[in-house]
């Protein structure tokens, strides 16, 4: 598998681990620990703020990780 492909797959697993993280907590938070969010705001805040900015950060990550262990010695 070429070494850019690897890149591009681990900054989208980065992606899509990054966006499920918030939805996650915000699912467990209301369901599991009682915090209460009548109106909504904080699912819209995990899923469009915190959502993007992680997933962006830990696309971020994953794929700088890739490319130095893949890098040529």
């Known amino acids: ?3 850019f492909l690897k890149i591009l797959l681990a900054f989208l697993s980065g992606l899509i681990v990054g ?6 907590w915000y699912i467990v938070a209301t369901n599991y620990f009682g915090l209460l969010d009548r109106d909504g705001g904080g699912a819209m805040g995990a899923i469009f703020i915190m959502g993007p900015l992680l997933a962006l950060l830990l696309g971020t990550i994953a794929a700088t990780v890739v490319a130095v262990k893949t890098r040529a010695a």
Do not use: L
């Open 1 to 3: 598998m070429p070494r």
């Open 19 to 24: 966006e499920a993280v918030p939805i996650v």
